[in-house]
């Protein structure tokens, strides 16, 4: 083959290719665009999903000031036992809820039933030794009613008698002085003995009182054996186990009242002037959509010289939800009278973290990501994304952007 005809055969083989290779992308396009258009279609053959709308609207929320801090339990109590032994039941653990007055540990209550009866005992005794009948709750004596007064009383009187009669005597010359003498010792000695009667039913009275009063001490220890819960609340901590020997003062449990709950924040010293007590909170917590509502019950008289802060602490309802320790933001309501620009709290969705609503337009769905501010117990103000008077929908569900819809009034 000369050079000539090589190069002319090549040439043809490259138009030869060429031409293929365009036969070749026609054919895709013709496919790749004929389901293009399929889906276009099928798109606009969908029927309108039918919807609700709230209007963009601006309502009067407050003045606020946005604080942050943490919630606290309104009480926190350690409960202890009161009396040494050993730990015979313990009813509740970590996270129960409790009642005031409820019983939820006993100490091995063996050794104290026998202390109150060997109290009984005693105070038995100290009754009988003042003539008093060994059952009873009457303690009331007269000493001059004991036999043991009484007894010096009369020795007493004898006495008495005999050295008036002596005295009589000596002075009519019957008898000599030295008898005198000897019946007025015995006097003397007689009005000893009945002083110290006085003095005997008087510290048998005391003894009674003291074994009295180490019966109902006995009684209120045994009565310590079952501890009890001050409040209403929950378990935070369980810290005795059955079994174990527990000294006075070792801790059982832990119990926080987890309703109402105490929120503690920090009010920059700018804002410090317009916070007072009694003024409305509307507080949220992470992973949770509801607002709660609270009021403002305490402010430190003083404002921190480090951080330049003023301590509020606000009182927080709780359903059950809210737990003491958790992070919260909280608007502190300063001021009725301001507006804002708000949707419903059930227009607002969230996905990746971008926060959106869907309005109506031309009879269709268009997504629209919004940047929120204050929220409340129904609605959440926006701060830009929409205007008033657009149309959102409230609860739109799987709804997308582009797809029909049907306006329900």
């Not at 607002?291 to 003083?302: F, K, Q």
């Not at 059950?320 to 419903?344: C, K, N």
């Not at 994304?385 to 959102?392: E, H, I, K, Q, R």
Request: with cysteine.
């Amino acid at each position: 083959m000369t050079k000539s005809s090589f190069i002319k055969s090549r040439g043809q083989s490259t138009v030869a290719l060429f031409a293929l290779i365009l036969s070749a992308s026609l054919v895709i396009s013709c496919k790749s665009g004929y389901p293009a258009s399929a889906k276009q279609g099928a798109n606009d053959a969908r029927e309108p999903k039918s919807v609700h709308v709230a209007q963009v609207a601006e309502i009067p929320v407050g003045q606020t000031v946005t604080v942050t801090g943490a919630l606290a339990a309104e009480d926190r109590a350690t409960i202890s036992v009161k009396v040494p032994g050993r730990l015979r039941s313990i009813s509740v653990d970590l996270g129960s809820v409790v009642r005031r007055g409820q019983v939820i540990a006993e100490i091995d209550p063996v050794d104290y039933k026998l202390k109150v009866e060997q109290a009984e005992a005693a105070l038995q005794q100290a009754r009988a030794r003042l003539g008093l009948a060994p059952d009873g709750d009457d303690d009331r004596v007269d000493p001059e009613q004991t036999g043991t007064v009484r007894q010096a009383r009369a020795r007493l009187d004898e006495a008495k008698t005999n050295r008036e009669r002596a005295s009589t005597l000596v002075q009519q010359g019957v008898i000599s002085r030295a008898e005198f003498d000897s019946q007025d010792a015995a006097f003397k000695v007689a009005q000893s003995n009945y002083q110290d009667a006085l003095e005997e039913i008087r510290n048998r009275q005391a003894v009674l009182a003291q074994r009295r009063t180490e019966l109902a001490l006995a009684r209120q220890q045994l009565s310590d054996t079952t501890i009890s819960v001050p409040f209403d609340g929950m378990v935070e901590e369980k810290r005795a186990s059955i079994g174990e020997y527990l000294a006075a003062g070792a801790p059982i449990v832990t119990v926080v009242r987890v309703n109402p709950l105490r929120f503690r924040g920090e009010v920059p010293e700018r804002d410090a002037h317009a916070v007072r007590s009694g003024q409305q909170v509307r507080l949220s917590v992470e992973g949770d959509a509801n607002i709660y509502t609270g009021r403002i019950v305490r402010l430190s008289p003083t404002i921190s010289e480090q951080n330049r802060v003023l301590m509020v602490e606000a009182e927080v309802s709780n359903n059950g939800t809210l737990r003491p320790g958790a992070f919260a933001r909280a608007d502190i309501v300063t001021s009725e009278g301001s507006m804002a620009v708000t949707v419903p709290t059930s227009a607002v969705t969230t996905f990746a973290g971008i926060e959106k609503v869907i309005i109506v337009e031309n009879g269709k769905a268009v997504e629209k990501p919004v940047t929120t501010g204050r929220r409340g117990d129904n609605w959440i103000e926006i701060l830009s994304g929409v205007s008033l008077g657009d149309s959102v929908v409230i609860d739109p569900g799987n709804l997308q952007s582009g797809q029909p819809v049907n306006v329900i009034q």
